[in-house]
């Protein structure tokens, strides 16, 4: 059980889309460096299973790929607290299967429910190219390195 | 249409998987005509099929749905092994339930607490339901975790499993790995007992179709709640196996819908699902989710589908306990998977229980193993039909409803069936057009 001090960190995104592997490479980044500070969960594919897992953590960490055509590939954008933010919170809309809920609606529940985190950091790295079974681009490969030392300095 | 013509229309019915609209037509004095209209484009699953290896079957399949893959890979590998005559190891056999047991949790609790509770409270969204009722929502959180872990054990991932292969499994589950999900377990039929009596207490619309009786079909096997085995039987007498199925169901296009009508014999509706499961299976299943039912009042023959919810809280508690009983008594298979033989061209057939009811694949081999032909038969294109006569019996007894409840009764009434559109097109929009 982890200590309610302790940050969980979700790497959300695809390793074999290209760009959008950033979330899963971030966790992979941190696991090579047996990061033990924080909690490391490679993006679930039920989204519903973050309810759970963000439970009784003060601090949520999500690291996702995004696309802003106003910025270059690679720039890390960070969302120092989204939870108080609900412009940002609807950003977090994807349209989904019934099956699958979106992180808004996941996160919207867990504020519902009480369990929500204190506070939730986004980092989201500028992506572009999201072609299935490609490689990541360099910006956005040199732009995971960056954040992998960032949060193992955490 | 007369001065009298009165139209509601819904422009999306949220918490059905999938794109469609409902179409009816009624007076004060009956109803004219109902039609789900799926229109979800065709996904030609069956035609990807056509020339891959009979090995990827499982795989390819698994990916027409989020929530029932599990059900996809079975249906697939079954019909492959009849086709190339694999024996499976027993130990594989009971593996295999112990996966589809998962996925019934996960796919029953996802629909019992947040896609249709939220009916019979008269709340719009699974998020409404996490204010008013955090703990049932809660509770279910973590029995579909439950479910989750199972697949993800099993199969690789929670969802797409990976580790389904023609033969067996990738990989075999340790001893210990298993003994860690029957200390979840323990808690999760706690949790499962408790739901269903959660649910008890919601108020179920009465709906009785004495005139027109369901025809239920289910799977049907002696010694075991159906999943993967056992022959297909039907209220009134059927009792054929898995070849026979295209003799007696018979697909049709109609004009309003992009998923394929299945009726018996071409003509007659029926009923797939925990309703017919429950209903052609009671007597074998497992003894918590017969204590659940009678606690509930649920005895063969139920008819009423607004009781459904009731019934996949008995198949939940059935599939935790049932999970526990095959970990208890797990031996490790000697072999992850048996040997295939020398290929050869044939055809294979499988029925398996999906959550929502029976799932039939065919597939014709070449000598190379190479599919020439794939047929696909989902639970929700078999319901449509029953789904819309449930509609034009129903509506009668309800003119005096406003046009409001009158439509949030329709939509109940169609997640009576948990419909999966994504699947039976390989829903909604609707509209109530009153004469």
Redesign the interface.
Known sequence: MQSPSQALVIGLGNRWSGDDAVGPLVIEGLRARGVDSMELLMG???T??L??AWTGFEKVVLVDACCDESRDDGTVVCIDNALQNPSVLQSLQHPT?????DLE?AL???L????APDQLLIYAVVASDFTPGSEPSGPVRTAVEQLVARLAAY | MTDKTKTIRVDYL????GEGALYIRYDDNSVHDVKLKIFEPPRFFEAFLQGRDYTEAPDITARIC??CPVAYQMSAVHAMERALGIEIEPGIAQLRRLLYCGEWI?SHV?HIAM?HAPDFLKLDS??DM??LH?EI??QA??L??TG?AIVSLLGG????PINVRVGGFYKLPGREQLAALRADLEGALVQAMALGRWAGTLSVPDFDRHQQPYLFVALHNDQEYPTSTGRLVSSAGLDIDAPEFEQHFIEQHVEHSNALHCLLNGEHAYFVGPMARFNLNFDTLSPMAKTLAAELKLEPPYVNPFGSILVRCVEVVHAVETAMTLIDHYTKPANAFSAVGKVKPATGWAITEAPRGILYHRYELDEKGKIQQAKIVPPTSQNQKTIEDDLRLMLPALMQLSEEELRHRCEQAIRNYDP?I?CATHFLQLKLDKQ
């Open positions: 679930p594919a039920d519903l299973s309810i759970n299967s019934s099956h699958i809920i609606q919207n529940m867990s519902a429910m009480g369990n | 949220a918490r059905v998987e989020g929530i996960e996802l896609l699974a998020v996490a204010k955090p929502v809660q959180l973590s579909k975790k989750n991932r929670e969802i797409h999966c994504s």
